[in-house]
């Protein structure tokens, strides 16, 4: 049995990370995925490539596809999308509003050649709107939607700091793959095709909804003499450090929670704790051996009380302070007795040897016809009665043309003349 997309073919013309990295969710899921690129290739190839056009970062996010390259710049190319996109479910494209138009591989003219195609446009900024024709990528989307401010970090000049991963890419990559399969789901419904928009600036918005949403009640206390605070700053021509501490401030009321749910420094490392109930944080408190000392447990506390809120700003430091006095592994040691919600904090280079990683099976054995053995992050999800990822590592640079050309009814001459006129790669 394949997986539970076995049967879906999906037409990929991708670049970066965002739909590559949803084309990918997909072929996870068993679809057949094509992924198009132009004769330059994705320009993910060169990033920190040791081996020429064949970089990890671009294995990493298009492992289990096909390759084909076109050039859709090319009226012939462009008639070949048009005959072989009857035998596709989903199309997939992320390029600024009006590329694919320009491309002919818009949803109104692919649709003629099959009227229930699921079809996924993701924009940097959306269709409409002032900023729709801006061009768009993760660090841009980080910036505008407020996620980099949000992550409070600032670099050695005083600049805010992207975050490590590309998030608002992956996300968005996530968010097109359950929309297609939320669109083929209906469509077996309905026979309806769909048109699905995504874009990094939504998704960015999406997981800063606690930040950018209006809960008027709340939001009178804590958020609006804030954005006056930060407003009055700005017109007074102050710098981002001083923005910035005028914002971290709106967390000074979270100081006692956030005891429990932050990162420490501790003799060989650094710990995580995550306590988000009143029960754990009790568990990480008899690790510490401080029943009983914190001022949260105090029934008359109160975060908004500047008295308590230097209680627990001094209560905090302390804790601090006793998280340097053990290791990693006497600490958690200490929080697994008592079933705390805490780890060690780990870097990412270690976790391919990681011992629940390798015993929950996250990892997957692939080799790539010119780089040879490779290992990957698997699936991100398991299903019991369908088989979810792939033993096909990523392409080469237009490595299925003729096989899945060929499938299609091209004859060898017909692939020929399409490479003379400089359609195919």
């Given at each position: 049995m394949g997986g539970p997309l076995e049967g879906i073919k999906v037409f990929e013309v991708s670049q970066i990370l965002a739909a590559p990295y949803g084309g990918m969710m997909l072929a996870d899921l068993g679809a057949d995925v094509l992924k198009v690129e132009s004769p330059d290739g994705d320009s993910t190839r060169i990033l920190g490539a040791v081996v020429p056009g064949e970089s990890k970062f671009f294995h990493v996010v298009n492992r289990g596809k096909r390759g084909l390259v076109l050039n859709?710049?090319?009226p012939e190319a462009q008639e070949l999308v048009h005959r072989?996109?009857?035998?596709?479910?989903v199309f997939i494209i992320n390029a600024r509003p009006g590329v694919s138009k320009r491309l002919r591989v818009d949803y109104d003219t692919l649709r003629q050649f099959r009227p229930d195609l699921v079809y996924v446009d993701s924009t940097g900024f959306g269709t409409d709107g002032p900023s729709a024709?801006?061009?768009?990528?993760?660090?841009?989307s980080q910036g505008y939607s407020g996620l980099m401010a949000n992550n409070h970090k600032l670099d050695e000049h005083g600049a805010p700091q992207m975050m490590s991963i590309a998030i608002g890419d992956m996300s968005t990559g996530l968010a097109m793959a359950m929309g297609v399969c939320a669109a083929l789901f209906r469509r077996q419904l309905s026979g309806q095709g769909e048109f699905i928009q995504t874009s990094l600036l939504n998704s960015a918005l999406?997981?800063?909804?606690?930040?950018?949403?209006?809960?008027p009640v709340q939001d009178a206390i804590t958020r609006d003499p804030m954005m006056e605070a930060l407003l009055a700053a700005r017109q007074a021509g102050a710098d981002y450090q001083e923005l910035m501490d005028i914002h971290e401030g709106q967390r000074a009321i979270a100081t006692a929670f956030l005891t429990y749910y932050g990162t420490y420094v501790v003799q060989d490392g650094a710990i995580v704790v995550g306590a988000l109930t009143p029960r754990n944080q009790a568990q990480i408190r008899a690790a510490l051996g401080l029943t009983g000392e914190d001022p949260m447990e105090d029934p008359e506390f109160d975060a908004l009380d500047p008295e308590w809120e230097a209680k627990a700003q001094a209560f905090q430091e302390r804790v601090r302070q006793l998280y340097r006095t053990k290791t990693m592994d006497e600490w958690i040691e200490l929080m697994d007795e008592q079933g705390a919600p805490a780890t060690k904090v780990n870097f990412p280079e270690e976790m391919a040897d990681d011992e629940q990683v390798q015993a929950m099976g996250y990892m997957i054995d692939l080799d790539h016809p010119l780089t040879g053995p490779e290992q990957m992050v698997g699936p991100i999800l398991r299903m019991t009665n369908s088989p979810t990822g792939t033993d096909r590592p990523s392409p080469t640079l237009g490595q299925h043309a003729d096989e899945v050309l060929g499938e299609h009814g091209l004859t060898a001459d017909e692939i020929a003349s399409l490479r003379a006129a400089g359609a195919l790669g």
């Open positions: 859709l710049q090319s072989i996109i009857p035998d596709y479910d024709e801006r061009s768009g990528s993760d660090v841009v999406s997981l800063l909804g606690a930040s950018v949403g209006r809960h």
